[in-house]
């Protein structure tokens, strides 16, 4: 595993020192932790084999799988990806923002093939957080950034989820304070003009289908296309019970809206039942009621119903695969 002497340096996201001091890491190859929107970024020059190489390894990540590539904007990703009017439309109206699409990968390019892992499509989007944008255009290259955690782990929400998970394999951190949205991206995958929704996310279906003009398409069952969908991911130590509509002893709770536990072990994710904030308090959530059933020795994590519109659809995502039984862990699966 690649460690560094020195535990992580962290650094405030909006100083010119410390988007300089990312630049010069990410120049030379190194790996850094940078906030975006959505949840914190491994991210390392997507241009460069080993640095991509050195993002699996910090993570663990038992394969291959393929990474999204960070762009400042649509002019960059046609550099990359060959992108269908559909995949212009979605970036014109989603970009920079929680959407990335996935579109063939022009011969050449100049990414790593290590980041599509062997596939002739690149997923690719434009992040809006600042951050980002700035480190971007100071590297003047795409940056490759699956979510800052070690693999099978929680995507990271703050800068301090991010030192918890990944330590001394990161030599720097930025950090740009909780994210805005909480949950990852929505992956849209465009094939001339069908539009598959391969990973629920930050820009709800209901958003996405509007710009489209008609339904997306659901990824075929059982079919694995982004590898990242594997059953358990996104996955708590402790267990998950959905749809609760109490808490029982023993229990830590995560309620929303009117259904809310009663003890210190509970939490809520929207007392108000709004789900743009159950969404970016989702994985701070999980990883304090995490922390919440180990300290109190408590049986597990119960959790109240979300409904399934808008960013529900993605939170419902998360929470099933966070439920989900962890099988002896053998799934190469990850992100
Ligand atoms: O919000 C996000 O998307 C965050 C931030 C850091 O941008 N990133 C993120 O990356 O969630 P990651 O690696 O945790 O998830 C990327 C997902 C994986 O499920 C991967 O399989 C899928 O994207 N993916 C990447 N390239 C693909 C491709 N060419 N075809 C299908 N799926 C792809
Ligand atoms: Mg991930």
Excluded at 84 to 91: D, F, G, I, S, V
Excluded at 216 to 235: I, R
Aim: charged residues 25%.
């Amino acid at each position: 595993m690649p460690r560094n002497a020195e535990p992580p340096r962290i650094m405030d996201a909006a100083s010119p020192a410390a988007i300089d001091r990312a630049r010069e890491l990410i120049l030379a190859g190194e790996p850094v932790a940078i906030p975006t929107e959505t949840v914190y970024g491994l991210a390392a020059d997507a241009t460069n084999d080993r640095a991509v190489a050195r993002i699996y390894k910090a993570k663990g990540r038992p394969t291959f799988n393929p990474l999204i590539v960070h762009v400042s904007g649509a002019g960059m990703a046609r550099r990359f990806a060959d992108l269908p009017p559909l995949a212009e439309k979605l970036a014109a109206t989603f970009w920079p923002g929680p959407l990335t699409i996935v579109a063939p990968r022009k011969k050449d390019c100049g990414i790593s093939l290590l980041v599509s892992a062997g596939l002739d499509t690149i997923a690719i989007r434009a992040p809006r957080s600042k951050a980002a944008q700035a480190l971007i255009l100071a590297c003047g290259r795409p940056l490759a950034a699956p979510s800052a955690n070690r693999s099978g782990s929680m995507s990271p929400t703050t800068a301090e989820h991010v030192r918890e998970s990944l330590g001394d394999r990161v030599a720097l951190i930025l950090d740009g304070g909780a994210s805005e949205i909480g949950v990852e991206s929505a992956i849209v995958k465009i094939d001339g003009d069908r539009a598959v929704l391969l990973r629920p996310g930050g820009v709800a279906r209901e958003e996405i289908e509007r710009v489209a003009g008609g339904p997306l398409e659901s990824s075929p069952a059982g079919e694995v296309e982004a590898p990242g969908m594997m059953q358990s991911h996104y996955a708590p130590n402790a267990r998950l019970r959905l749809n609760a509509t109490e808490q029982r002893p023993g229990e830590a709770f995560l309620g929303f809206g009117k259904i809310a536990g009663r003890n210190d072990a509970a939490l809520n994710l929207s007392a108000g039942g709004d789900l743009v904030e159950a969404a970016a308090n989702l994985f701070a959530h999980l990883h304090a009621a995490d922390r919440i059933v180990s300290s109190l020795r408590l049986k597990g994590i119960a959790v109240a119903p979300v409904p399934d519109e808008g960013l529900g659809e993605a939170i419902n995502d998360r929470l099933k695969r966070a439920a989900a039984p962890k099988s002896g862990d053998n799934v190469a699966d990850d992100s």
